[in-house]
């Protein structure tokens, strides 16, 4: 799979024209010896909760990263997809950062719909929406197989309006977590699971019965980044730095093909950080930005 542009529309006069930077923050921000960050417990591979180690995942290995860079502890919170972007309302806000495979994208950095604005720092991991169905069924080549066919995405993410407006009649069904539609694939319910490829290969390691329709995806790139309150500018790029010296480590490939196997082993190139890990170019164009 060859890594496509996100937002394509974007012309070079449009990234000239971003917003200026606005409130560079405290350097203390947050107080405290901790840092309260808002992660996924129900995604095996990216983010997981279990009995030991209590939190795992390539999310929390990211959010370590981020809490190192503000001299915090991270004290881990379990946020739902809906949530998220709630979560960093910088009037109000319950968590200090959100690393949750959370998509940078204009609606988040602007606020829309009644939700907050706020601001990111990444990618640290570039992914594109697929599938993810039982194995053993017929050879899939193109989205719309789908077409007509029960497809559950899950509440509170890009996915289910991605995969209407990617698959054309599709009968795409809205489940309010990844377990229930992992489940309704599994019972027979649903013909297939879409959302972040990501996410689909951290649940083929845990159920083996299922595979990633290798080559079929749908909708633009995602890229994950690490969700800010706005008015904490300087912390943002702090952020920001250290998963540029992350990325460009050998601890983000040994993280990730640690936490997310199935991806490396089984993803379409041999060159698997071709699809996976962003440039430094990626991270300073959507990283304490207004927009893109």
């Not at 649940?203 to 595979?211: A, I, K, M, N």
């Amino acid at each position: 799979m060859k890594r496509k542009l996100f937002a394509a529309a974007l012309t070079g006069s449009a990234l000239v024209t971003l917003a200026a930077v606005s409130g560079c923050g405290s350097d203390s921000w947050p107080t405290g010896d901790s840092v309260e960050i808002g992660v996924k417990s129900d995604q095996p591979g990216t983010g997981f909760m279990g009995d030991y180690p209590p939190r795992s995942g390539f999310d929390i290995k990211v959010a370590q990263v981020a809490a190192d860079a503000l001299g915090k502890k991270p004290d881990f919170k379990s946020v739902p997809s809906e949530d998220r972007q709630t979560d960093l309302d910088e009037k109000h806000p319950t968590v200090d950062l959100v690393v949750a495979t959370y998509s940078i994208n204009n609606e988040r950095l602007k606020g829309s719909n009644g939700l907050p604005a706020h601001d990111f720092a990444g990618p640290y991991a570039i992914t594109y929406q697929g599938f993810l169905v039982k194995k053993g069924g017929p050879p899939i080549k193109r989205a719309d197989y789908f077409k007509g066919r029960p497809v559950c995405a899950w509440q509170g993410t890009t996915s289910y309006e991605t995969l209407k407006q990617g698959v054309p009649g599709v009968n795409a069904m809205s489940k309010p977590t990844a377990k229930r539609c992992i489940e309704e694939l599994e019972s027979g319910r649903v013909d297939a699971v879409s959302t972040d490829q990501l996410l689909l290969y951290g649940f083929t390691h845990v159920h083996r019965d299922l595979e990633v329709v290798k080559s079929v995806t749908v909708g633009d790139a995602q890229y994950y980044g690490v969700g800010i309150p706005r008015g904490h500018r300087g912390a943002c790029n702090k952020i920001k730095d250290a998963l540029k010296k992350y990325v460009n480590s050998t601890g983000w490939s040994q993280d990730f093909k640690t936490e997310l196997p199935d991806a490396t082993a089984i993803a379409a190139e041999p060159n698997w950080e071709v699809d996976f890990k962003p440039t430094d170019a990626q991270i300073d164009t959507y990283s304490c930005r207004d927009g893109v």
